[in-house]
């Protein structure tokens, strides 16, 4: 495998470091980030700081629950999830203690194909324990797709004339849960209008007329959701809108210095367009050189060609059902006047596309303004700015300033 530049390898290590701090945690450690406040409470009730930022990205898994029959107290998870340990062989996936889980399937999403697992106890809760197909490569990332039921009269309630608290009809239901990191949606049952939503959330109909909800949290941290919904007989149409936070999209501007007007971009994207060719989106929008493309599943570089005026690249495992995807990172060099300096101020004034893009300042700038809303934290000493789209329109514009600090 053909060496990376020096600055490709620093921004490599910068996400395999960042990587790091997302591996999975125990059942306990799960519950105890639940808690009402990250960074708990003092003796007189105030609320202590949670620690500094140093993530550049948040939601690197994605949790869709659908709501089963009413009064079954059950709910079907799909759960995509990464694995960044370089090495390991299994993912591990804890069940929060008192769901009682059931009718649990894991996929390797490279082939589709079912992977064997455990279910196993683990003090008052149940983790599922994934072989992977092979150990996480270096440069790589292992995935598991897995699917699961869970039996929690606590989250999901129906309610009849005997339970129903007031302002709450006989055959209304309820879903609550805390919900934390993650890019997530909630499908009502069939047959079921919403009421309320306590989080801001895209909605959509699904091909058979259940109404759902796609949202995605971008502090990362425990964000209580409640919904509240009601039978109905009127049908609902399906809807062309797709969940926009199924995307897992994430790209790093790594800014170098700006009087070069240079940056180092790496885009690490699921794709599961059918087929064995897939075009590099990346590279319709940004002109990007020395491009390299990685099967993160294997680490191995894929070799690009032009197909008509798209970049497209051949995959070593083809896709043909909606199990599968691609994960591909791309890397490359972006030279744009939009980066510079102005009178003593860095400045960035591009249109960015994707969930998730984070940009990540020289060494010694600290920033001054953003035109979007987004989380500054430090990384390795550097300031970052990261920004989750939570707009359905796909490209925006994003301008940063920044001054360099007084030594």
Same mark, same amino acid.
């Given at each position: 495998?053909?060496?990376?530049?020096?600055?490709?390898?620093?921004?490599?290590?910068?996400?395999?470091?960042?990587?790091?701090?997302?591996?999975?945690?125990?059942?306990?450690?799960?519950?105890?980030?639940?808690?009402?406040?990250?960074?708990?409470?003092?003796?007189?009730?105030?609320?202590?700081?949670?620690?500094?930022?140093?993530?550049?990205?948040?939601?690197?898994?994605?949790?869709?629950?659908?709501?089963?029959?009413?009064?079954?107290?059950?709910?079907?998870?799909?759960?995509?999830?990464?694995?960044?340990?370089?090495?390991?062989?299994?993912?591990?996936?804890?069940?929060?203690?008192?769901?009682?889980?059931?009718?649990?399937?894991?996929?390797?999403?490279?082939?589709?194909?079912?992977?064997?697992?455990?279910?196993?106890?683990?003090?008052?809760?149940?983790?599922?324990?994934? *072989?992977?197909?092979?150990?996480?490569?270096?440069?790589?990332?292992? +995935?598991? =797709?897995?699917?699961? %039921? $869970?039996? &929690?009269? /606590?989250?999901?309630?129906?309610?009849?004339?005997?339970?129903?608290?007031?302002?709450?009809?006989?055959?209304?239901?309820?879903?609550?849960?805390?919900?934390?990191?993650?890019?997530?949606?909630?499908?009502?049952?069939?047959?079921?209008?919403?009421?309320?939503?306590?989080?801001?959330?895209?909605?959509?109909?699904?091909?058979?007329?259940?109404?759902?909800?796609?949202?995605?949290?971008?502090?990362?941290?425990?964000?209580?959701?409640?919904?509240?919904?009601?039978?109905?007989?009127?049908?609902?149409?399906?809807?062309?809108?797709?969940?926009?936070?199924?995307?897992?999209? *994430?790209?790093?501007?790594?800014?170098?210095?700006?009087?070069?007007? +240079?940056? =180092?971009?790496?885009? %690490? $994207?699921? &794709?599961? /367009?059918?087929?064995?060719?897939?075009?590099?989106?990346?590279?319709?929008?940004?002109?990007?050189?020395?491009?390299?493309?990685?099967?993160?599943?294997?680490?191995?570089?894929?070799?690009?060609?032009?197909?008509?005026?798209?970049?497209?690249?051949?995959?070593?495992?083809?896709?043909?059902?909606?199990?599968?995807?691609?994960?591909?990172?791309?890397?490359?060099?972006?030279?744009?006047?939009?980066?510079?300096?102005?009178?003593?101020?860095?400045?960035?004034?591009?249109?960015?596309?994707?969930?998730?893009?984070?940009?990540?300042?020289?060494?010694?700038?600290?920033?001054?303004?953003?035109?979007?809303?987004?989380?500054?934290?430090?990384?390795?000493?550097?300031?970052?700015?990261?920004?989750?789209?939570?707009?359905?329109?796909?490209?925006?514009?994003?301008?940063?300033?920044?001054?360099?600090?007084?030594?």
């Amino acid at each position: 495998m053909r060496r990376l530049p020096l600055v490709r390898q620093r921004v490599s290590r910068l996400l395999a470091g960042a990587a790091l701090l997302l591996a999975p945690v125990s059942a306990r450690a799960q519950r105890a980030a639940a808690g009402p406040f990250p960074g708990g409470e003092n003796p007189d009730g105030s609320l202590r700081p949670t620690s500094r930022l140093q993530r550049l990205f948040t939601q690197d898994a994605y949790t869709e629950y659908a709501l089963l029959q009413p009064g079954s107290e059950q709910f079907r998870i799909k759960f995509f999830t990464e694995e960044t340990r370089v090495g390991a062989t299994e993912l591990v996936n804890a069940t929060r203690g008192g769901s009682e889980g059931t009718d649990v399937e894991v996929f390797d999403p490279r082939t589709g194909k079912p992977l064997p697992f455990t279910y196993d106890v683990e003090g008052d809760g149940h983790a599922i324990h994934a *072989k992977l197909t092979a150990p996480v490569p270096a440069g790589g990332i292992g +995935r598991v =797709l897995i699917y699961k %039921t $869970y039996k &929690d009269a /606590r989250t999901y309630q129906s309610y009849t004339e005997a339970n129903a608290p007031s302002g709450i009809q006989a055959g209304d239901i309820s879903w609550v849960r805390s919900l934390s990191g993650y890019r997530l949606g909630v499908i009502l049952p069939a047959g079921y209008r919403l009421l309320s939503s306590s989080i801001a959330a895209q909605m959509s109909t699904t091909p058979d007329g259940r109404v759902a909800l796609h949202f995605a949290n971008p502090s990362g941290l425990s964000n209580p959701f409640t919904i509240h919904a009601r039978k109905t007989a009127t049908p609902f149409a399906p809807t062309k809108y797709v969940d926009m936070f199924l995307d897992d999209v *994430k790209t790093l501007y790594d800014f170098g210095e700006p009087a070069a007007h +240079r940056i =180092l971009v790496e885009q %690490t $994207y699921s &794709d599961g /367009r059918l087929g064995t060719t897939l075009p590099v989106d990346l590279l319709s929008y940004a002109a990007l050189t020395d491009v390299t493309v990685t099967d993160l599943d294997t680490a191995h570089p894929l070799a690009q060609r032009k197909q008509g005026g798209a970049t497209v690249v051949t995959l070593e495992e083809p896709i043909v059902n909606d199990k599968q995807s691609a994960h591909l990172r791309v890397t490359g060099t972006l030279t744009d006047a939009g980066y510079t300096v102005v009178n003593g101020e860095l400045r960035f004034d591009r249109q960015v596309k994707g969930l998730r893009n984070t940009f990540l300042l020289p060494v010694g700038y600290d920033v001054s303004a953003v035109s979007q809303s987004g989380t500054v934290g430090v990384y390795q000493g550097r300031v970052f700015v990261a920004l989750v789209n939570l707009n359905a329109e796909n490209a925006y514009r994003v301008v940063i300033t920044a001054r360099k600090r007084a030594e």
